[in-house]
Protein backbone atom coordinates (compact mmCIF):
# COMPACT_ATOMS: atom_id res chain seq x y z
CA UNK A 1 0.00 0.00 0.00
CA UNK A 2 2.80 2.94 1.17
CA UNK A 3 4.40 1.32 -2.18
CA UNK A 4 2.23 2.50 -4.70
CA UNK A 5 1.31 5.80 -2.60
CA UNK A 6 5.02 6.67 -3.22
CA UNK A 7 4.57 5.56 -6.52
CA UNK A 8 1.74 8.06 -6.64
CA UNK A 9 3.81 10.39 -5.50
CA UNK A 10 6.31 10.94 -8.68
CA UNK A 11 5.11 12.64 -11.35
CA UNK A 12 7.09 10.62 -13.63
CA UNK A 13 5.39 7.83 -13.02
CA UNK A 14 2.08 9.09 -12.95
CA UNK A 15 3.30 10.78 -16.05
CA UNK A 16 3.89 7.36 -18.01
CA UNK A 17 0.81 5.29 -16.46
CA UNK A 18 -1.51 8.14 -17.54
CA UNK A 19 0.08 7.46 -20.76
CA UNK A 20 -1.15 4.13 -21.32
CA UNK A 21 -4.91 4.92 -20.14
CA UNK A 22 -5.44 7.66 -21.86
CA UNK A 23 -6.25 6.65 -25.20
CA UNK A 24 -9.14 4.18 -23.65
CA UNK A 25 -11.39 7.11 -21.88
CA UNK A 26 -11.00 9.56 -25.00
CA UNK A 27 -12.21 6.85 -27.21
CA UNK A 28 -14.96 5.69 -24.62
CA UNK A 29 -15.55 8.97 -23.95
CA UNK A 30 -15.98 9.48 -28.18
CA UNK A 31 -18.22 6.69 -28.44
CA UNK A 32 -20.32 6.85 -25.56
CA UNK A 33 -21.17 10.85 -26.73
CA UNK A 34 -21.16 10.07 -30.24
CA UNK A 35 -23.69 7.26 -29.38
CA UNK A 36 -25.30 9.01 -26.58
CA UNK A 37 -26.16 12.28 -29.13
CA UNK A 38 -27.95 10.31 -32.03
CA UNK A 39 -29.94 8.73 -29.96
CA UNK A 40 -31.41 11.19 -27.64
CA UNK A 41 -31.77 13.55 -30.59
CA UNK A 42 -33.27 11.35 -32.99
CA UNK A 43 -34.44 7.85 -31.63
CA UNK A 44 -35.91 8.94 -28.22
CA UNK A 45 -39.39 9.59 -28.00
CA UNK A 46 -40.85 13.04 -27.48
CA UNK A 47 -42.23 13.76 -24.21
CA UNK A 48 -45.68 13.91 -23.89
CA UNK A 49 -45.95 17.41 -22.09
CA UNK A 50 -42.77 18.97 -23.03
CA UNK A 51 -42.93 17.57 -27.05
CA UNK A 52 -39.15 17.87 -28.22
CA UNK A 53 -37.69 20.63 -25.69
CA UNK A 54 -37.26 17.63 -23.18
CA UNK A 55 -34.11 16.58 -25.37
CA UNK A 56 -32.09 19.44 -23.99
CA UNK A 57 -31.81 16.76 -20.19
CA UNK A 58 -29.52 14.86 -22.19
CA UNK A 59 -27.06 17.44 -22.27
CA UNK A 60 -28.44 19.01 -18.67
CA UNK A 61 -27.80 16.55 -16.42
CA UNK A 62 -24.71 15.18 -17.40
CA UNK A 63 -23.02 18.60 -17.34
CA UNK A 64 -24.71 19.11 -13.89
CA UNK A 65 -23.61 15.15 -12.57
CA UNK A 66 -19.94 16.77 -13.88
CA UNK A 67 -20.05 20.15 -12.89
CA UNK A 68 -20.49 18.60 -8.85
CA UNK A 69 -18.50 15.38 -9.36
CA UNK A 70 -15.87 17.22 -10.45
CA UNK A 71 -15.99 19.85 -7.28
CA UNK A 72 -16.17 17.10 -4.95
CA UNK A 73 -12.96 15.47 -6.94
CA UNK A 74 -10.68 18.47 -6.77
CA UNK A 75 -11.64 19.01 -2.55
CA UNK A 76 -10.33 15.38 -2.24
CA UNK A 77 -7.50 16.04 -4.60
CA UNK A 78 -7.17 19.12 -2.77
CA UNK A 79 -7.39 17.14 0.94
CA UNK A 80 -4.50 14.57 -0.34
CA UNK A 81 -2.17 17.54 -1.38
CA UNK A 82 -2.54 19.13 2.13
CA UNK A 83 -2.42 15.73 4.46
CA UNK A 84 0.34 14.11 1.84
CA UNK A 85 2.23 16.79 0.50
CA UNK A 86 1.31 14.92 -2.99
CA UNK A 87 1.82 17.12 -6.19
CA UNK A 88 0.46 14.93 -8.60
CA UNK A 89 -2.75 15.45 -6.90
CA UNK A 90 -2.32 19.41 -6.60
CA UNK A 91 -1.61 19.49 -10.75
CA UNK A 92 -5.34 17.44 -11.42
CA UNK A 93 -6.91 20.06 -8.59
CA UNK A 94 -5.41 22.87 -11.41
CA UNK A 95 -6.78 21.08 -13.91
CA UNK A 96 -10.39 20.17 -12.97
CA UNK A 97 -10.97 23.64 -12.18
CA UNK A 98 -11.77 25.25 -15.46
CA UNK A 99 -13.61 22.02 -16.85
CA UNK A 100 -15.98 21.73 -13.78
CA UNK A 101 -16.71 25.06 -14.26
CA UNK A 102 -17.18 25.26 -18.03
CA UNK A 103 -19.60 22.29 -16.92
CA UNK A 104 -21.45 24.74 -14.32
CA UNK A 105 -21.89 26.83 -17.25
CA UNK A 106 -23.10 24.64 -19.53
CA UNK A 107 -25.86 23.06 -16.71
CA UNK A 108 -26.74 26.85 -15.74
CA UNK A 109 -27.30 27.55 -19.45
CA UNK A 110 -29.03 24.58 -20.94
CA UNK A 111 -31.29 24.64 -17.67
CA UNK A 112 -32.35 28.60 -18.37
CA UNK A 113 -33.36 27.98 -21.96
CA UNK A 114 -34.80 24.76 -21.52
CA UNK A 115 -36.83 27.33 -18.56
CA UNK A 116 -38.18 29.56 -21.28
CA UNK A 117 -40.23 26.54 -22.99
CA UNK A 118 -41.62 24.59 -19.82
CA UNK A 119 -41.63 26.87 -16.82
CA UNK A 120 -41.91 30.34 -18.88
CA UNK A 121 -38.85 32.02 -17.73
CA UNK A 122 -35.03 31.76 -18.01
CA UNK A 123 -34.36 32.28 -14.41
CA UNK A 124 -35.43 32.33 -10.83
CA UNK A 125 -34.00 32.35 -7.64
CA UNK A 126 -34.91 28.89 -6.83
CA UNK A 127 -32.56 26.68 -4.40
CA UNK A 128 -31.34 24.23 -7.09
CA UNK A 129 -30.49 27.17 -9.38
CA UNK A 130 -29.31 29.46 -6.75
CA UNK A 131 -26.56 27.20 -5.51
CA UNK A 132 -25.40 26.29 -8.82
CA UNK A 133 -24.53 29.91 -9.28
CA UNK A 134 -22.86 29.58 -6.28
CA UNK A 135 -21.19 26.53 -7.25
CA UNK A 136 -19.98 28.61 -10.59
CA UNK A 137 -18.15 31.54 -8.57
CA UNK A 138 -16.80 29.45 -6.13
CA UNK A 139 -15.15 27.65 -9.17
CA UNK A 140 -13.96 30.85 -10.41
CA UNK A 141 -12.85 31.61 -7.11
CA UNK A 142 -10.60 28.41 -6.58
CA UNK A 143 -9.12 29.70 -10.03
CA UNK A 144 -9.09 33.16 -8.77
CA UNK A 145 -7.22 32.36 -5.69
CA UNK A 146 -4.93 30.01 -7.19
CA UNK A 147 -3.18 32.38 -9.86
CA UNK A 148 -3.66 35.47 -6.81
CA UNK A 149 -0.23 34.36 -5.21
CA UNK A 150 3.00 34.59 -6.07
CA UNK A 151 4.61 31.35 -4.23
CA UNK A 152 2.71 28.74 -6.62
CA UNK A 153 2.65 26.51 -3.15
CA UNK A 154 0.61 29.57 -1.42
CA UNK A 155 -1.70 29.35 -4.12
CA UNK A 156 -2.11 25.63 -4.30
CA UNK A 157 -2.65 25.84 -0.72
CA UNK A 158 -5.47 28.62 -0.36
CA UNK A 159 -7.07 26.65 -3.59
CA UNK A 160 -6.73 23.62 -1.68
CA UNK A 161 -8.42 25.12 1.31
CA UNK A 162 -11.64 26.78 -0.21
CA UNK A 163 -12.42 23.74 -2.50
CA UNK A 164 -12.49 22.10 0.95
CA UNK A 165 -14.58 24.41 2.44
CA UNK A 166 -16.66 25.00 -0.56
CA UNK A 167 -17.71 21.36 -1.12
CA UNK A 168 -20.47 22.00 1.47
CA UNK A 169 -22.11 23.44 -0.94
CA UNK A 170 -22.56 19.92 -3.41
CA UNK A 171 -25.22 18.03 -0.50
CA UNK A 172 -27.02 21.59 -0.60
CA UNK A 173 -27.28 21.54 -4.01
CA UNK A 174 -28.27 17.86 -4.38
CA UNK A 175 -31.17 18.06 -1.13
CA UNK A 176 -32.15 21.65 -2.39
CA UNK A 177 -34.83 20.39 -4.64
CA UNK A 178 -36.64 17.85 -1.60
CA UNK A 179 -35.72 20.62 0.78
CA UNK A 180 -37.11 23.60 -0.62
CA UNK A 181 -39.02 22.66 -3.93
CA UNK A 182 -40.08 25.43 -5.79
CA UNK A 183 -39.23 25.45 -9.49
CA UNK A 184 -36.98 22.90 -10.10
CA UNK A 185 -38.35 18.91 -10.49
CA UNK A 186 -36.47 15.72 -8.04
CA UNK A 187 -33.84 14.27 -9.50
CA UNK A 188 -34.63 12.44 -12.21
CA UNK A 189 -31.80 9.24 -11.34
CA UNK A 190 -32.12 7.78 -7.92
CA UNK A 191 -29.81 5.37 -6.44
CA UNK A 192 -32.71 3.45 -4.97
CA UNK A 193 -35.55 3.02 -6.97
CA UNK A 194 -36.80 3.23 -10.63
CA UNK A 195 -35.87 6.30 -12.60
CA UNK A 196 -38.77 8.46 -12.89
CA UNK A 197 -38.53 7.90 -17.38
CA UNK A 198 -39.35 5.06 -19.49
CA UNK A 199 -36.69 2.88 -20.55
CA UNK A 200 -36.02 4.79 -24.04
CA UNK A 201 -35.90 8.11 -22.69
CA UNK A 202 -33.09 7.03 -20.28
CA UNK A 203 -30.79 4.59 -21.57
CA UNK A 204 -29.15 7.47 -23.67
CA UNK A 205 -29.08 9.78 -20.61
CA UNK A 206 -27.50 7.21 -19.28
CA UNK A 207 -24.61 6.61 -22.01
CA UNK A 208 -24.43 10.59 -22.20
CA UNK A 209 -23.43 10.86 -18.16
CA UNK A 210 -20.87 7.83 -18.81
CA UNK A 211 -20.05 9.60 -22.07
CA UNK A 212 -19.25 12.99 -20.33
CA UNK A 213 -17.50 11.21 -17.09
CA UNK A 214 -15.04 9.21 -19.55
CA UNK A 215 -14.52 12.78 -20.97
CA UNK A 216 -14.13 14.21 -17.48
CA UNK A 217 -10.86 11.29 -16.79
CA UNK A 218 -9.51 11.35 -20.07
CA UNK A 219 -9.18 15.33 -19.97
CA UNK A 220 -7.69 15.03 -16.55
CA UNK A 221 -5.38 12.77 -17.63
CA UNK A 222 -4.00 14.76 -21.02
CA UNK A 223 -3.88 18.01 -19.09
CA UNK A 224 -2.23 16.72 -16.18
CA UNK A 225 0.50 15.45 -17.92
CA UNK A 226 0.54 19.45 -19.41
CA UNK A 227 0.58 20.48 -16.26
CA UNK A 228 3.55 18.00 -15.29
CA UNK A 229 5.37 18.97 -18.21
CA UNK A 230 5.41 22.76 -16.95
CA UNK A 231 6.42 21.93 -13.57
CA UNK A 232 8.77 19.61 -14.04
CA UNK A 233 10.95 20.82 -16.90
CA UNK A 234 13.46 21.43 -15.37
CA UNK A 235 14.20 17.61 -14.08
CA UNK A 236 16.26 15.57 -15.76
CA UNK A 237 13.82 12.81 -16.93
CA UNK A 238 11.83 15.79 -18.97
CA UNK A 239 14.68 16.67 -20.82
CA UNK A 240 15.89 13.50 -21.68
CA UNK A 241 11.86 13.37 -22.64
CA UNK A 242 12.73 16.26 -25.03
CA UNK A 243 15.61 14.82 -26.16
CA UNK A 244 14.15 12.03 -27.23
CA UNK A 245 11.20 12.78 -29.38
CA UNK B 1 -37.33 4.12 -35.00
CA UNK B 2 -36.83 7.39 -35.37
CA UNK B 3 -38.70 10.02 -33.82
CA UNK B 4 -38.74 12.43 -37.19
CA UNK B 5 -40.07 11.40 -39.93
CA UNK B 6 -38.07 13.73 -42.16
CA UNK B 7 -34.69 15.65 -41.58
CA UNK B 8 -37.16 18.91 -42.03
CA UNK B 9 -39.24 17.93 -38.83
CA UNK B 10 -35.70 16.85 -36.77
CA UNK B 11 -34.23 20.22 -37.71
CA UNK B 12 -37.57 21.57 -36.33
CA UNK B 13 -37.51 19.95 -33.44
CA UNK B 14 -41.60 20.64 -33.23
CA UNK B 15 -41.28 24.24 -32.75
CA UNK B 16 -38.73 23.99 -30.02
CA UNK B 17 -35.27 24.25 -32.11
CA UNK B 18 -34.33 27.17 -31.12
CA UNK B 19 -34.09 25.87 -27.63
CA UNK B 20 -32.96 22.18 -28.16
CA UNK B 21 -29.50 23.62 -30.58
CA UNK B 22 -28.37 26.49 -28.63
CA UNK B 23 -27.85 23.70 -25.43
CA UNK B 24 -26.84 20.76 -27.94
CA UNK B 25 -24.65 23.73 -29.73
CA UNK B 26 -22.93 25.33 -26.84
CA UNK B 27 -22.29 21.53 -24.54
CA UNK B 28 -20.66 20.01 -27.92
CA UNK B 29 -19.13 23.30 -28.35
CA UNK B 30 -17.55 23.37 -24.75
CA UNK B 31 -16.56 19.86 -24.92
CA UNK B 32 -14.94 20.33 -28.19
CA UNK B 33 -13.15 23.43 -27.22
CA UNK B 34 -11.54 22.39 -24.15
CA UNK B 35 -9.88 18.65 -25.93
CA UNK B 36 -8.73 21.07 -28.71
CA UNK B 37 -7.54 23.51 -25.98
CA UNK B 38 -5.57 20.72 -24.23
CA UNK B 39 -3.82 18.68 -27.37
CA UNK B 40 -2.95 22.29 -28.35
CA UNK B 41 -1.51 23.09 -24.46
CA UNK B 42 0.55 19.79 -25.48
CA UNK B 43 2.12 20.82 -28.52
CA UNK B 44 3.23 24.16 -27.57
CA UNK B 45 4.99 22.82 -23.85
CA UNK B 46 6.71 20.18 -25.82
CA UNK B 47 7.67 22.29 -28.53
CA UNK B 48 9.02 24.55 -26.12
CA UNK B 49 11.06 21.89 -24.53
CA UNK B 50 12.30 20.93 -27.70
CA UNK B 51 13.20 23.99 -28.43
CA UNK B 52 15.16 24.33 -25.30
CA UNK B 53 17.49 21.29 -25.50
CA UNK B 54 17.71 22.22 -29.09
CA UNK B 55 19.48 25.80 -27.83
CA UNK B 56 21.51 24.38 -24.40
CA UNK B 57 23.49 21.93 -27.31
CA UNK B 58 23.62 24.76 -29.87
CA UNK B 59 25.24 26.88 -26.67
CA UNK B 60 27.28 23.19 -25.48
CA UNK B 61 28.57 23.67 -28.89
CA UNK B 62 29.39 27.03 -29.27
CA UNK B 63 31.50 27.33 -26.08
CA UNK B 64 33.35 24.01 -27.37
CA UNK B 65 34.37 25.96 -30.01
CA UNK B 66 36.51 28.93 -28.09
CA UNK B 67 38.28 26.45 -26.06
CA UNK B 68 39.61 24.76 -29.29
CA UNK B 69 39.69 27.90 -31.19
CA UNK B 70 42.26 29.19 -28.33
CA UNK B 71 44.30 26.62 -28.06
CA UNK B 72 45.00 26.75 -32.31
CA UNK B 73 45.77 30.55 -31.43
CA UNK B 74 48.40 29.11 -28.68
CA UNK B 75 49.42 27.31 -30.95
CA UNK B 76 50.01 29.63 -33.52
CA UNK B 77 51.41 31.79 -30.90
CA UNK B 78 53.98 29.35 -29.87
CA UNK B 79 54.97 29.10 -33.63
CA UNK B 80 55.98 32.13 -34.79
Not at chain 1, 67 to 89: D, R, T, Y
Not at chain 2, 46 to 67: D, G, W, Y
Request: aromatic share 14%; proline share 4%.
Amino acid sequence: MWAFINKLRSPKWFYAISARLQPWFWALAAILIVTGTVWGLAFAPADYQQGNSFRIIYVHVPAAFLAQSIFVSMAVAGFVFMVWKIKVADMAATVMAPLGAAMTFVSLFSGAVWGVPTWGTWWMWDARLTSMLILLFLYLGVIALRGAFSSRDSGSRAASVLAMVGVINIPIIKYSVEWWYTLHQPATFTVTGRAAMPTEMWVPLLIMVLGFYSFFIALTLMRTRNEILRRESNKRWVRELAQET
Amino acid sequence: MMAFNSIAEFIAMGGHAPYVWSSWGVTLFCIVALAWHARFERRQLMNSLKRRERRERAREQQNAVPTSFQSVVERGQHDT
